[in-house]
């Protein structure tokens, strides 16, 4: 018998709530889709944990997470259409380098503070978040490029860029209809704005 592992293959679809083992460092593709009563997830403390894959709780109820400082890769569609997620939070000492594409899309996460290592935000990341009303880098953001539509059809009205982005892709803030300020700070390395 195996005493220890870390990876989280699959679950029951009935649960509600779960705490994962410090010992964990990847929870696979589909672990927790589609497990539709889970509403609780949390982490032990000093957890191992660097890999959240593909689409690993897309369709729970889940309604807030609050990410271990080891974590540094968030997979495609990690929590696509995770309709009650209010609350994604980051420890100040993250290790977070990428969030995928579609990783919170349709949830209604209302404010996002991105960590600092983060230097990959994939497509549609956070769109559609309608609720999504602040979006803020941490300092000395190591952010490279806001991506197609990453934040569109959000509720955001001002972002302040990082002075590391130097690419803003097309459509990254389509229907934004309370966007009213994109701020560029002097220090800014932006020399790429793609037109549709």
């Not at 593709?29 to 009563?37: P, V």
Request: overall charge neutral; hydrophobic content about 40%.
């Amino acid at each position: 018998m195996i005493d220890s592992f870390d990876s989280i293959i699959f679950s029951r679809k009935d649960i509600t709530s779960i705490v994962i083992p410090k010992c964990i460092k990847h929870i696979s593709s589909f672990a927790f889709n589609e497990c539709s009563l889970l509403e609780v997830v949390k982490f032990e403390q000093d957890s191992k944990l660097e890999i959240i894959n593909d689409n690993a709780f897309s369709k729970s109820k889940i309604e807030k997470i609050v990410f271990p400082q080891n974590l540094v890769w968030i997979g495609q569609s990690a929590f696509q259409n995770c309709v009650n997620l209010k609350v994604a939070d980051f420890s100040n000492c993250s290790k977070l380098i990428t969030i995928d594409r579609f990783a919170f899309s349709g949830s209604l996460i209302e404010n996002i503070i991105i960590p600092t290592n983060v230097k990959n935000i994939g497509e549609s990341a956070f769109s559609p978040c309608k609720c999504l009303k602040t979006f803020t880098f941490s300092k000395g953001s190591e952010l490279k490029r806001i991506t197609q539509q990453m934040l569109s059809q959000s509720s955001i009205e001002c972002i302040t860029l990082p002075p590391s982005v130097s690419i803003i892709e097309k459509n990254a803030f389509y229907g934004c209809i309370k966007l009213k300020e994109i701020k560029i700070t002097d220090d800014s390395n932006l020399n790429c704005i793609q037109e549709d």
